[in-house]
């Protein structure tokens, strides 16, 4: 058990192996020139202090080198994604050759999809959850009027069971049992983006694949958060975006995995780029696509190398740290995050995130009893006291204390400031 006062976060502080990585990153400031205590790396990562230098390189290397800065110069454009790649495919637990990056996350679900979700007679449907993530559900109902199938009757939704706040991946099982031959596609999240929730990706693949139908994941918010053994997980495909906990910048390239037995198979339809074409012959214009291997066939356009530059940075930064580092000091820091919350506010509020670690990454989400307007009062109360965490309405708001850069003393502060509004 925790003792939440300062003394014993500034002693955490000292105590954690991680807590320089801070000094590499960038915070916000307030209006008086202050860096704000940031808890939204759940939305947005925080730049790099080396974001810039590597942008910069990039610049100069168009400006310089014209065209040749694809092959030529400190850091070569056409080496991005080669450098990114084992970089990624660490941090998501798969094969270098299992990854790529391209487009942004929502592009990426309709290109796996498109070769992934193939209606065949009955075996038509996708199950989603209720309350994914907007962007995830109009690609789902995109991609069935795609196919000429009604969304209505096509995308069955699971939701969590009356009076409760969360999805038991049971749910899931039995629905992928009893009309495992109706289902073509299990789309879900890793971890559910206003809960929290971090789903049990093995569990429900086996689940799936039983049933005969395909798993996709969209890991955005547990890529970079959790350790994720995508590969040993068996999951068809996943795609996950490089700007939250990656911290690659807004817009940055997605990840993508696609998993080893799906490679180089000629009956998996892709659509195709030049970019699809294998790096070695790629600019002989060949009439005939010379496909490349790995999931980089999934690849189509040439990648927007200024956005591209950050996510390099801070892929190295998460490397130097290590996923299992970040990890440990995640679930001490989102338990020292937990106790506060239960000690110095508890009567006010209702943690909806899954108590045990097992089930969440650093993210906690809070519901206020007090109801919706006091929740969002306290929202931004707390936002112009510089403590930035975010709101989901109906009446959630989310708070990630990130392990890379936040500290157990800017916890402590977050709380100290809860504490004293709401008990004006
Ligand atoms: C769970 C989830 N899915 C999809 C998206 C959309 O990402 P993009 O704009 O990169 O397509 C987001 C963005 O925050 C997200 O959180």
């Not at 454009?77 to 660490?90: D, F, G, I, K, V």
């Not at 911290?247 to 080893?260: D, I, Q, W, Y």
Request: with cysteine; proline share 5%.
């Amino acid at each position: 058990m925790h003792n939440f006062n300062a003394e014993h976060a500034a002693e955490l502080d000292q105590n954690d192996p991680l807590a320089h990585y801070r000094e590499l990153f960038h915070f916000p400031l307030d209006a008086n020139g202050n860096p704000v205590n940031y808890f939204c790396g759940h939305s947005l990562g925080l730049q790099s202090v080396a974001a810039s230098d590597m942008v910069n390189t990039a610049l100069e290397s168009w400006r310089l080198q014209g065209v040749d800065g694809h092959f030529t110069g400190g850091k070569p454009w056409l080496t991005y994604l080669e450098n990114l790649q084992p970089l990624m495919a660490a941090l998501v637990g798969a094969q270098p050759r299992e990854v790529t990056c391209m487009n942004s996350l929502t592009v990426n679900l309709h290109l796996l999809m498109a070769s992934f979700y193939r209606p065949q007679g009955k075996r038509s449907k996708i199950v989603i959850e209720k309350h994914a993530f907007p962007s995830d559900r109009y690609a789902v109902v995109s991609q069935l009027q795609w196919h000429g199938l009604d969304p209505a009757t096509h995308m069955i939704e699971i939701e969590p069971l009356p009076g409760q706040a969360l999805i038991d991946e049971a749910q899931v099982e039995q629905l992928l049992s009893e009309r495992g031959d109706e289902i073509a596609l299990l789309m879900f999240p890793g971890v559910q983006y206003i809960t929290g929730q971090f789903f049990d990706l093995q569990r429900l693949t086996t689940a799936a694949h039983a049933a005969g139908a395909v798993a996709g994941f969209d890991l955005a918010h547990a890529a970079g958060n959790l350790p994720l053994q995508l590969h040993d997980s068996g999951a068809d495909f996943a795609c996950w975006c490089g700007y939250k906990y990656l911290n690659g910048g807004p817009g940055t390239l997605s990840g993508c995995f696609v998993h080893e037995r799906h490679l180089d198979r000629d009956d998996v339809i892709k659509l195709a780029g030049w970019w699809s074409n294998d790096v070695s012959t790629r600019f002989e214009m060949r009439e005939q696509l010379d496909w490349a291997r790995g999931a980089d066939a999934w690849q189509i356009s040439n990648p927007p190398i200024l956005s591209t530059a950050p996510l390099l940075t801070a892929l190295d930064i998460h490397h130097r740290a290590g996923m299992q580092a970040l990890r440990d000091k995640a679930i001490a820091l989102t338990g020292f995050l937990e106790t506060g919350l239960q000690t110095l506010v508890g009567e006010h509020i209702e943690i909806i995130t899954p108590s045990d670690p097992q089930q969440r990454g650093c993210q906690l989400s809070v519901r206020m009893l007090a109801g919706k307007d006091s929740g969002q009062q306290l929202y931004k109360s707390l936002y112009q006291h510089g403590h930035i965490c975010d709101w989901r309405n109906p009446d959630i708001m989310r708070i990630a204390p990130v392990p890379l850069y936040n500290s157990f003393s800017d916890v402590y502060r977050l709380l100290g400031c809860m504490r004293s509004l709401l008990a004006q």
